[in-house]
């Protein structure tokens, strides 16, 4: 089999390489050139355990290749991938697709014999429809299906989870398409992945309903968290408890600062403004969306109310800013809201995380980049853990003390056991546990 893909970002780069991975022949195409040129050159653009070696080994097994051409790579492909981003649009949540489209307009211009035209990127309840009316449109003659086949990779294990999904979901209507799209995945069977075919339809507003429950669990043990901080509860015994449950499962009951990252956010209010449209609004999700943006906002007052009520003037040291560990991925993190608003209350920010600095620089303006977490802590005030890297999880807390002003440490990611840090000496705040646990 032979494919290409379309977009060679988080999800088309990891997505072909691992196609590439099972056997089948991957034309990786975008139209970054500096991108395209340093892969061809084995340079990762991206940050993503295991990516490199899997990138090398195949593109040495002439299995993986990368180009500007969309027309060369199409030629002979038995399907052609959009993974290109659906990025939010400029007003009420509705998602931006012209990426989507102009990638459909492209194709429609290189067809030729039957192709199957696969939308992984995330895209809204019948975007599916108009491409295959823009491909027809422009392409009356065209021989083509096109399919949805969302992807459910996290960042940071994205190949695993490629390579061993819990279910992969197909939107394809006709048999031809639904052959080569289970001819494409016939690795996943010999592991028994369950494999899943709908209309088109059906498969576009999966991946979202799946993307907004996860947000919606992820809130409400947040919630719980708000709730155990006034009562004295647990939160995590709570999640534990609730966890245990077969019905509720352990997964995502993990309470923190709110989510983030390129997904959830954009995912959730891209339904909501799908559902508004169709009048069927999904009020449950709009409650998730509101209540996450001002959870992010408020953890910066947590990090104030610490301080004694005001950071003017004090030096903040803040420990991780992507929006998970493992990725260098900056969309949409935590840190974007809370560090702005410490530095508008007054303070000064000095930062490390192991791999989203660069990308922060470009989002973040006069925040001092330290080169480790150390360096971020000398004569710092407070400090913040905001993303829970596991270097952070061993700190050696003798060193922390002396290099911090004041014993202060509020950790969003509970990485750290309130009882211990009372004993190291610190004031120790965390999320949804009370001081003495
Ligand atoms: P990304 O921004 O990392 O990559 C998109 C790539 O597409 C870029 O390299 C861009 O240059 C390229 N591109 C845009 N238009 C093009 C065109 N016409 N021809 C060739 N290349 C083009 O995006 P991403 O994070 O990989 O996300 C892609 C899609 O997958 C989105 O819809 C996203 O919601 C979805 N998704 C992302 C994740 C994730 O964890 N990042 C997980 C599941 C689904």
Known sequence: MRIAMLGTGYVGLVSGTCFSEFGTDVVCVDKDEAKIEGLRNGVIPIFEPGLETLVKKNAAAGRLSFSLD????????????????????????????????????????VLDGYKVI????????????????????????????????????????????????????????SKRAQDVMAELYRPLYLIETPIIFTKLETSELIKYAGNAFLATKISFINQMADLCEKVGADVHQVAKGIGLDGRIGRKFLHAG?????????????????????????????????????????????????????????????VLGLTFKPNTDDMRDSPSLDIIPILQAQGATVSAYDPEGMEEAKKLLSDVTYCTGAYQAMEGADVLVIVTEWNEFRRLDMDRVKSLLSAPLIVDLRNIYSPAEMAEDGFEYLSIGRPLSA
């Open 257 to 317: 600062p709110g989510y983030g990252g390129s997904c959830f956010p954009k995912d959730t209010q891209a339904l909501a403004y799908t559902a508004r449209a169709n009048g069927a609004p999904v009020s449950l999700v709009e409650d998730v969306i509101s209540y996450n943006a001002a959870r992010k906002r408020g953890m910066a007052d947590k990090v104030i109310a610490h301080c004694g009520g005001t950071v003017a003037g004090k030096k903040v040291a």
């Open 118 to 173: 696969i939308t992984k990127s995330t895209v809204p309840v019948g975007t599916g429809r108009e491409v295959e009316r823009i491909i027809r449109e422009a392409r009356p003659d065209a021989d083509f299906d096109v399919v949805s086949n969302p992807e459910f990779l996290r960042e940071g294990a994205a190949i695993n989870d490629f390579m061993r999904p819990d279910r992969v979901v197909i939107g394809a209507e």
């Open 70 to 109: 969309l027309a060369e790579a199409a030629r002979d492909a038995d399907a052609i991938f959009i993974a290109v981003g659906t990025p939010p649009g400029p007003q009420d949540g509705q998602a931006d697709l012209s990426y989507v489209y102009q990638a459909a307009r492209e194709i429609a211009a």
